[in-house]
């Protein structure tokens, strides 16, 4: 399983990255807001130390304007995603970018239908949001099944990329699934190190070799 970054932090991504687990990273407008840095700037930082697909977003809603902005921000790196809306204009513009051989990122997708267009469109990463159903008390990870299922029948090669994580099990879950791609925050990917018996394991073993005078060094 493929695991992205969902963060417009550098450092925190370098952080990851160190460790090998960057794969790529995600953006959006809200990230870039959060940052508080230039979108153009940010992600041509970001590219010029991970290899994966970078994922930065149009903020245009029709047409012209997304083919505008996505050819500038392809010329950003060749490493760069296009992600566009899952809208009829943002459909679209997928269909031109992926025909000029570009990758394309399609989001905010809440249902399998918008999924099977986007595949049809030739997308690169279909995006699901699945935090955001949950938050509303709808089920985001039978979302990710349902895709899942469409895609195999049919044999797309459009990469499912989980999106909108919120915890450690909306990642176990969505690798028990067999989404092709998670991206969360770094926060959650650090997390998934955690477990109290791994904590409590280790202050034992520190203690007895205290009391042991264990040295190895
Ligand atoms: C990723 O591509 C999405 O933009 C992101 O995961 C959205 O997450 P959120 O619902 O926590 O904002």
New binding site residues.
Partial sequence: MKF?V?TADVQAIHELNDMGFVDGV???P??IKKSGRDILEVIAEICDFVDGPV?A?VVATDYEGMIAEGNKLAQIADNIAI?VPLTIDGLKACKTFTSEGKMV?V??CFSANQALLAAKAGATFI?P????LD?LNMDGLELIEDIRTIYDNYGYETEI?A????TVNHISDCAKIGADVI???PGVIKAMANHVLTDKGLATFVQDAKDAGIKIL
Avoid: M, Q, V, Y
């Avoid at 999106?163 to 919120?166: C, D, L, M, V």
């Fill in positions: 992205f969902d995600t953006t959006n809200s990230l994922s977003e992600k990122n989001t905010l995006s949001f699945i935090g955001r938050d990329l999106a909108s994580i919120r991206t969360a925050p």
